[in-house]
């Protein structure tokens, strides 16, 4: 059935090193995002992606990249330039349409520093 | 100001209680409205939509709906102690294109 996958579910990232968050959907939106939470935060919008090869820096870009080659996936690097990057990752896409549709969520990675 | 403004609670009700959640917001053209609900080490999950003015309702669920006011709420009757968890407002600004803004979520604690 049709969903959001994001993998792993916990990673930990060394000092200086990248470390990519996967997200892939089967429902066919055009749209994705991704979101970093804290604890006791609310979400924050890093990145997101209208259509195939296009994507947005959102309110907290500065550390992370992004691509999305297909339709279906939207991976996350996490880079050594992100000093804070222990946090929840959630992954989301929406489907076509007027701006009433909603947003779906992945399962989230959980990344710690080592 | 924050841009979706939640209570951050605790909220505590007794089970069977009414639970009432608020949620305020800044752009006056905004046009949809959402509630998630988000247990604690899990991602949001989408429990109700509204966009027009007044209530909704979807079993022990209400959303309501003041434009004028910029305010959404929402109502969870005959409370138990699965619907314990975080519950985040979400609001689609005017302006804000594919952006969905997220308030910091209300935590719900219902006691049996």
Same mark, same amino acid.
């Given at each position: 059935d049709g969903g959001i996958t994001q993998s792993p579910k916990y990673l930990f990232r060394k000092e200086g090193q990248n470390v990519t968050l996967s997200c892939e959907q #089967?429902? #066919?939106?055009d749209a994705m995002y991704w979101y970093r939470q804290d604890p006791g935060q609310g979400l924050r919008l890093i990145y997101y992606s209208q259509i195939v090869n296009d994507f947005q820096k959102g309110d907290i870009a500065e550390g992370y990249s992004v691509s999305r080659e297909k339709k279906e996936s939207f991976p996350l690097t996490v880079t050594s330039a992100q000093k804070n990057p222990t946090a929840f990752y959630l992954c989301a896409s929406r489907g076509p349409g007027t701006a009433n549709q909603p947003q779906h969520f992945g399962d989230g990675t959980r990344l710690s520093i080592l | 100001q924050k841009e979706v403004e939640q209570n951050s609670g605790p909220l505590s009700v007794p089970e069977g209680a009414i639970a009432s959640l608020n949620c305020t917001y800044?752009?006056?053209?905004? !046009?949809s409205f959402f509630w998630y609900r988000q247990y604690s080490g899990k991602s949001p999950e989408l429990i109700m939509s509204i966009y027009s003015n007044g209530d909704k309702e979807d079993g022990r669920f209400t959303a309501q709906l003041n434009k004028a006011s910029q305010y959404v709420s929402l109502l969870i009757r005959d409370? !138990?102690?699965?619907?314990?968890a975080t519950y985040l407002c979400a609001v689609r600004p005017y302006?804000?294109?594919?952006k969905t803004i997220f308030g910091a979520g209300t935590r719900l604690f219902v006691k049996a």
């Amino acid at each position: 059935d049709g969903g959001i996958t994001q993998s792993p579910k916990y990673l930990f990232r060394k000092e200086g090193q990248n470390v990519t968050l996967s997200c892939e959907q #089967n429902l #066919n939106h055009d749209a994705m995002y991704w979101y970093r939470q804290d604890p006791g935060q609310g979400l924050r919008l890093i990145y997101y992606s209208q259509i195939v090869n296009d994507f947005q820096k959102g309110d907290i870009a500065e550390g992370y990249s992004v691509s999305r080659e297909k339709k279906e996936s939207f991976p996350l690097t996490v880079t050594s330039a992100q000093k804070n990057p222990t946090a929840f990752y959630l992954c989301a896409s929406r489907g076509p349409g007027t701006a009433n549709q909603p947003q779906h969520f992945g399962d989230g990675t959980r990344l710690s520093i080592l | 100001q924050k841009e979706v403004e939640q209570n951050s609670g605790p909220l505590s009700v007794p089970e069977g209680a009414i639970a009432s959640l608020n949620c305020t917001y800044s752009d006056r053209g905004s !046009q949809s409205f959402f509630w998630y609900r988000q247990y604690s080490g899990k991602s949001p999950e989408l429990i109700m939509s509204i966009y027009s003015n007044g209530d909704k309702e979807d079993g022990r669920f209400t959303a309501q709906l003041n434009k004028a006011s910029q305010y959404v709420s929402l109502l969870i009757r005959d409370s !138990q102690p699965s619907d314990s968890a975080t519950y985040l407002c979400a609001v689609r600004p005017y302006t804000g294109g594919f952006k969905t803004i997220f308030g910091a979520g209300t935590r719900l604690f219902v006691k049996a």
